[in-house]
Structures are given as C-alpha cells and as structure tokens.
C-alpha cells in the first residue's frame, strides 16, 4: 500500500531531551514536507525538501532540524524540544508532477513537559 | 507575497442545502491549488487538484484567475461532509513548497 509513515504517533516527553520523529514514505516521491498543526493556526510548514540532500526552510523552522540523506526518508529533529513544540505534526510527500497531491502521514503528537 | 486566504473559519448549513467553501489565492505565477479534507484531525487527505477537475464526493472547485479564487461547491451538503477543507498552493518556483490557508470548518446539521 502506498503510504506515508510517520513514528511515533504520540509521544510525551521533557524539556531538553533530544527528539526524532521519523517519516518515510514508499512511492519514490521527490518531494517531502514537515507540517505542525496548532489550534487556531492551522497547518504551518516547518521544512521541505525537493529530493535528496535539498531542504528548505519553510515558516516556522527554529527548533528543529531535518535531513534527507535518502529519498525515502525524512526525519524531523527537535534537538532540545521546549513546551512551545507542543503540536501535531504531519509529515508528507508528493511526486514532482504533484498528479496525486500531497500524500499525508497520520500525523504524530507531541507533548513536552 | 504567496498567501492562501480561507475568510470563513465555521461554516454551518443543514443537510441538503449547498455548500460553498471559499478560497482566494495571491500568487504571481500560474497557480497550481488544491483542496483538502481532515476529518476529526486525522491525516488531511486530497479532495481535488484544480489541474484534474474531477469531482470527488460530490464537491467540485473551478479556478478563477480573474478573482484568483478556488471556491469549493458541492449543491447537496451531507452530514458525513461535516470536516475541515483546507485551501492549498503549491508553489513549483520554491521546490515544492505548499501552502495551506486557515482552514474552514464545515458543520453539517441534520
């Protein structure tokens, strides 16, 4: 099944404490994104990538950090996560002619303490 | 600057009646827009890609270049529709980035 990955689908964790949320998607997609969710905000782009080793940064990209060092994989990195990153977080991809849109992840909750 | 702008934040009609879900865009290039659908905040899933023009669950959307809007319509709403539909642009002349408006609401009574 063509699908996006994300793990894991929740977690609670403390301030400071280094994170990673992986995605992975299994349709050869070159593009990826990271997308955080807040009440009120909707859905606000964190980083994205046009295929291997290209990131952007997308609008709201201080305190996390990403890689794409192969096309299907696409972790998004909070290297001291602060209770501000409290969200739900999307993870999605799309092939360059974009003929089937964005394929979304099921989205990860993140809670930090 | 690139902007996706959805004015209504909720939207309630009563079943059967139509719906329509607006959505302007600005963006200097030639837009390539979609809508998408979350029910009860699980994954957001593609409704329509303006490029195909299908109709998926009954809704369709036309793009307006003139307006630059992309408002979703569907003439007999369904209380399964009740969700968030989200207005989205992708912007090739970035490296794909894509760009969601607010978000409405749509709240189907019986």
Redesign the interface.
């Known amino acids: 099944e063509a699908q996006v990955t994300q793990n894991p689908r929740y977690l609670i964790t403390v301030t400071g404490k280094k994170l990673t949320v992986t995605c992975s998607q299994n349709m050869n997609h ?2 990826m ?1 990271w ?1 955080r ?1 807040d009440p009120g ?3 606000r ?1 964190i980083y ?3 295929n291997v080793e ?1 990131t ?1 940064k ?2 709201v990209p201080e305190g996390y950090k990403v890689s794409r060092k192969e096309k299907r994989n696409f972790p998004l990195i909070l290297e001291s996560p602060s209770p501000n990153q409290t969200s ?1 977080y ?1 993870c ?1 991809s ?1 092939s ?1 002619d ?1 003929v ?8 990860t909750r993140l809670t930090v303490v | 600057a690139q902007r996706v702008t959805q004015p209504e934040k909720l939207l309630s009609v009563f079943k059967g009646a139509p719906v329509e879900l607006k959505c302007n865009y600005s963006y200097s290039g030639s837009p ?1 827009l ?1 809508w ?1 659908v979350q029910y009860s ?6 409704l329509l ?1 303006h490029i195909s023009r299908e109709s998926i669950k009954g809704f369709t959307a036309d793009l307006n270049k003139g307006e630059t809007s992309f408002h979703l319509k569907k003439p007999f709403a369904q209380e399964e529709d009740s969700a968030m539909y ?1 207005c ?1 642009l ?1 912007l090739y002349n ?10 409405t609401e749509l709240s189907v009574k019986p």
């Open positions: 070159e593009y994104s997308y969710q905000l909707g859905l782009q994205y990538s046009m290209v952007d997308g609008d739900l999307f999605a799309s360059a974009r089937n849109g964005y394929t979304f992840g099921s989205g | 390539e979609f998408y905040r699980q994954r957001l899933q593609l890609r989200y989205a992708f970035q490296g794909g980035k894509l760009i969601f408006g607010q978000g």
